[in-house]
């Protein structure tokens, strides 16, 4: 079965700082990997994925995430963190032929960004 | 382009009544996945609907159930509702239905269920 974790609930930073957001991930076969946002009473909103290719994926608001095969992560950085970046962060994965429309969410990470 | 509505986006029902939310995606999106979100259980997969058809289900009882009409918009069924169905419920719609497509959620509705 597929699963995503995200080992942090919590992860706090300095304005100005760089930012990881952690995330690993269990599948058989080959993963699709997503990041999405979600701020206070609102949906999420899709940041950037994985399907193939250039492990480095940039996506919106200066995001990129590191697809790492070997260690199965795919985490989310930023190299500067504004204090606007700050809100919950979903990592999710799909793979291949069963699942269409269907995401496993890891358990979100809430990033606050500090003044 | 309008993003995904939901609608109503704040519901409070009794335990045993049953509720209707309704979802409408991005114009020219065709499937549509619904979500339970709890603070206990997080994201959780209910369904997906792309061409009217459902493709797709989750893990829940049968009291959750849905349905999508030809111009796409998807409606989530709740019947004999529990307290534990208290959450919000998100719609994500995506362009087709398929694995390498991102979805795109609505701002959710938020029911209580007492």
């Known amino acids: 079965a597929q699963s995503v974790a995200q080992p942090e609930d919590q992860v706090n930073v300095a304005e100005g700082n760089p930012l990881t957001v952690k995330c690993t991930y269990s599948v058989s076969g080959n993963p699709y990997l997503f990041w999405y946002v979600q701020y206070p009473n609102r949906g999420l909103q899709f940041l950037l994925k994985?399907?193939?290719?250039?492990?480095l994926v940039k996506g919106s608001y200066g995001f990129e995430a590191e697809f790492n095969k070997s260690q199965t992560s795919f985490h989310l950085k930023k190299p500067s963190a504004l204090v606007s970046d700050s809100a919950l962060y979903f990592c999710?994965?799909?793979?291949?032929?069963?699942?269409?429309?269907?995401?496993?969410f890891g358990d979100g990470t809430t990033l606050t960004v500090k003044p | 382009k309008a993003g995904v509505t939901q609608t109503p986006r704040y519901l409070i029902k009794t335990r045993g009544q049953q509720v209707t939310l309704s979802c409408s995606p991005i114009s020219g999106h065709r499937s549509v996945s619904w979500y339970q979100q709890t603070p206990g259980q997080g994201l959780q997969f209910l369904f997906e609907?792309?061409?009217?058809?459902?493709?797709n289900k989750g893990n829940f009882p049968g009291r959750f159930s849905g349905r999508q009409f030809s111009n796409s918009r998807s409606e989530m069924n709740v019947s004999t509702l529990e307290l534990g169905d208290s959450a919000l419920y998100l719609c994500?719609?995506?362009?087709?239905?398929?694995?390498?497509?991102?979805?795109?959620f609505g701002p959710g509705t938020r029911l209580t269920v007492t």
């Open positions: 994500a719609s995506s362009l087709v239905s398929g694995e390498t497509y991102e979805q795109y």
């Open positions: 999710a994965v799909r793979f291949f032929n069963t699942n269409a429309g269907k995401s496993t």
């Open positions: 994985y399907i193939t290719g250039d492990n």
């Open positions: 609907y792309f061409s009217e058809t459902q493709r």
